[in-house]
């Protein structure tokens, strides 16, 4: 059985590289949108809102922007980060089109920076090694 629907349907994902599900103090981050468009598919323009927030519900940043959409689209997107303290937020992605609304949202955290990091201990200390030897 076939089913289509009269109306065009969106899924939306959010990914983030490993390498941004911890950030520290003054970076950004940017997530892979991934928006798929089910039912009636024609080109449609869909209102993308996106969000940060922490638990509580406090939002720190908002970002709207009007893109088209047909079957299918990936894109990436920088989240405003940089000003959040040390904590966990969410990351959110809306899709607002003719008919219907999806979410789609990302757990992260930022971290205190540290000021020597361990990596740079190690080469000290093999290069305070190599110089007794």
């Known amino acids: 059985m076939n ?3 009269e109306f065009s349907l969106f899924d939306i994902f959010i990914d983030v590289d490993e390498s941004g599900r911890i950030i520290i103090p003054h970076s950004n981050l940017i997530g892979q949108i991934t928006l798929i468009q089910s039912g009636l598919q024609e ?5 993308m809102n996106y969000i940060v927030k922490d638990f509580d519900g406090n939002v720190y940043s908002e970002e709207s922007e009007t893109i088209m959409v047909f079957k299918q689209k990936i894109y990436d997107h920088r989240f405003i980060t940089q000003d959040l303290l040390p904590g ?4 959110g992605a809306e899709v607002i089109y003719s008919g219907g609304v999806a979410t789609a949202s990302y757990q992260f955290k930022v971290i ?3 000021i020597i990091s361990m990596k740079w201990i190690y080469f000290l200390l093999i290069g305070l090694i190599i110089l007794i030897i």
């Open 88 to 91: 966990t937020y969410i990351i």
């Open 43 to 47: 080109k449609a323009d869909v209102l």
């Open 3 to 5: 089913v289509r629907s």
């Open 112 to 114: 205190e920076e540290e």
